[in-house]
């Protein structure tokens, strides 16, 4: 391990723990079998998580069965998931993640990704189109409980303002960065207490610095206020 590394590795060992101490172990919703987390994670794309939910539980009222969901018209999906924005795109792409899912398997279910080695998992759902990096770890960690840590916009800022990635890496370039980084058994709470705290404090626009339970480790914070 290079010198780096290991003030990285000290670093996010420091966050996860001042994060703990700032939020508690958290706990997100039951966990979803991981066809209706796929669909769940796509529609949850640019969009909240008030409209995903919306948008999956209209679905499902309209359509109940994934098999259902796969054989409609497609503009009935694309009206039934309108809520989540981006309707035209993410109609389609469900429909065309599910019949890739027939396909291959004979039936719609992605339980046999718990049995694959995990990078392959990872490239399976990677072959979906529409599905990255995000979307493929929120699968993994959350449904089939694989150690993967999901990068969304909250995680990449935070990290990119603490220092623990570049400035120029990619949300996709950052996800096997920040596994390296952490061990498995964080990624869970870590993910979460992240999200949290881009949510109510190191917001995009007008970061709540001065009551930032993390600025001691914190790069930009340092570049701010000469710290």
């Known amino acids: ?10 670093k996010i060992e420091a966050v996860h723990r001042q994060l703990l101490e700032a939020y508690g172990e958290p706990r997100w919703r039951n966990p979803l079998p991981p066809l209706d987390e796929l669909v769940s994670t796509i529609l949850s794309q640019n969009t ?3 409209n995903r939910d919306r948008a999956f539980e209209r679905l499902r009222d309209r359509l109940p069965t994934w098999e259902q969901v796969r054989d409609a018209p497609t503009q009935d999906v694309i009206e039934a ?6 309707a035209n795109q993410k109609g389609p792409r469900i429909q065309k993640a599910l019949r890739r899912i027939t396909a291959e398997r004979g039936v719609l279910e992605l339980d046999f990704l718990a049995d694959l080695p995990l990078e392959q998992a990872r490239a399976w759902l990677l072959s ?6 995000k979307t493929a770890a929120i699968v993994l960690l959350f449904s089939l409980g694989r150690p993967a840590f999901p990068v969304d916009t909250h995680v990449h800022r935070i990290s990119r303002r603490l220092g623990l990635i570049g400035e120029r890496v990619s949300a996709a370039q ?9 061990p498995p058994e964080w990624y869970y709470a870590l993910h ?4 949290r705290h881009g949510r109510q404090i190191c917001r995009a626009r007008k970061p709540r610095c001065e009551m930032c339970v993390l600025s001691d480790l914190c790069d930009f914070y340092s570049q701010e206020f000469g710290a």
Request: aromatic letters at 0%; glycine letters at 8%.
């Open 81 to 86: 998931v309108r809520t989540a924005g981006l």
């Open 174 to 182: 950052a996800h096997p960065l920040l596994e390296a980084l952490a």
């Open 1 to 10: 391990m290079t010198s780096d590394n290991a003030l990285l590795r000290t």
């Open 192 to 195: 979460l207490n992240v999200i």
């Open 128 to 133: 979906l189109q529409g599905v990255g990096p």
């Open 48 to 50: 909240n998580d008030a």
